[in-house]
T-cell receptor
Framework: GAVVSQHPSWVICKSGTSVKIECRSL??????MFWYRQFPKQSLMLMAT?????????EQGVEKDKFLINHASLTLSTLTVTSAHPEDSSFYIC????????????FGPGTRLTVT | AQSVSQHNHHVILSEAASLELGCNYS??????LFWYVQYPGQHLQLLLK??????LVKGIKGFEAEFIKSKFSFNLRKPSVQWSDTAEYFC??????????FGAGTILRVKS
């Protein structure tokens, strides 16, 4: 149980275009989903926290207009990288928690974004 | 701000050797502590977690970790590693709501 999927697993896009990444909880309802970014040989950095039906909470330094997060249902959150630039190339990982007051996060497999 | 430090970025061990990966955090209040593992080409998986109670926590695949509050530490241990333990290991701390703060990770390579 507690499986989180991401789609696509990798994507290449041209500079200036937008890319949407989906995160789904397959067998549970995710009250909260998190989006992380992982640079090569570095740890995961939390970008934002999204609760179903409400606006995402962004971490300091993360541009909310650039990284649009939507959590429209209890099983789906999307991250849209708008007007992508090469410096946005990274590994994006989502995670989800089940129920209220639970602190264990289940992680998706990640999406490798390359902006050319 | 909370931070998590992992002492070694790369560790190389021979099979059957004992493993200890260090993790220290900076936060004075109540914390939940986690160790995650990322096998090559796979996503992060939870190894073990500490919320309260017995500070010696046993996880999957023979791993255990000890929470020492006075030292702000949560070191991961395994008495005898296997080649299949080759992976990257992340320590993480949760102190505010559901947010996790991760350490930089330790890459473990086990030689067969």
């Amino acid at each position: 149980g507690a499986v989180v999927s991401q789609h696509p697993s990798w994507v290449i896009c041209k500079s200036g275009t937008s890319v949407k990444i989906e995160c789904r909880s397959l067998d549970f309802q995710a009250t909260t989903m998190f989006w992380y970014r992982q640079f090569p040989k570095q740890s995961l950095m939390l970008m934002a926290t999204s609760n179903e039906g409400s606006k995402a909470t962004y971490e300091q330094g993360v541009e909310k207009d650039k990284f649009l997060i939507n959590h429209a249902s209890l099983t789906l959150s999307t991250l849209t990288v708008t007007s992508a630039h090469p410096e946005d190339s990274s590994f994006y990982i989502c995670s989800a928690t089940e129920g209220q007051g639970r602190h264990e996060q289940y992680f998706g497999p990640g999406t490798r974004l390359t902006v050319t | 701000a909370q931070s998590v430090s992992q002492h070694n970025h790369h560790v190389i061990l021979s099979e059957a050797a004992s493993l200890e990966l260090g993790c220290n955090y900076s936060y004075g209040g109540t914390v939940n502590l986690f160790w995650y593992v990322q096998y090559p080409g796979q996503h992060l998986q939870l190894l073990l977690k500490y919320f309260s109670g017995d500070p010696l926590v046993k996880g999957i695949k023979g791993f255990e970790a000890e929470f020492i509050k006075s030292k702000f530490s949560f070191n991961l241990r395994k008495p005898s590693v296997q080649w299949s333990d080759t992976a990257e290991y992340f320590c993480a701390v949760n102190a505010r709501g559901n947010k996790l703060v991760f350490g930089a990770g330790t890459i473990l390579r086990v030689k067969s």
